[in-house]
Nanobody, 121 residues
């Protein structure tokens, strides 16, 4: 079994910063792409940022220049540093990882349970 657990959400004023962390644990052989997604009430889940095991990154246009994704491969952890937060960044934030377990030749995507980020104006 594989679990992804997020932490670090909360309430912040507009212009402030928050850092999110997501740790994958379990019978992990390797983790390829890891990413952050968000979902606001009444909206579809959308990509925020992704990072490969080699450190290549991709960001949604709405967060470029404000958010930074990084990872620690040794700890199977992905981080999201969010600066200059706006009220429109308010959403549930979910991490995922493309994980190959120690008992399978195939990888699959696992999701965390989500953490709430609320930005007040």
């Amino acid at each position: 079994q594989v679990q992804l657990v997020e932490s670090g959400g909360g309430l912040v004023q507009a212009g402030g910063s928050l850092g999110l962390s997501c740790a994958a644990s379990g019978s992990i052989f390797s983790v390829n792409v890891m990413g952050w997604y968000r979902q606001a009430p009444g909206k579809q889940r959308e990509l925020v940022a992704v990072i490969t095991s080699d450190g290549l990154t991709n960001y949604a246009d709405s967060v470029k220049g404000r958010f930074t994704i990084s990872r620690d491969n040794a700890k199977n952890t992905v981080l999201l540093q969010m600066n200059s937060l706006k009220p429109e960044d308010t959403a549930g934030y979910y991490c995922n990882g493309d994980v190959r377990t120690s008992y399978s030749l195939r990888s699959r995507v696992y999701w965390g349970q989500g953490t709430q980020v609320t930005v007040s104006s």
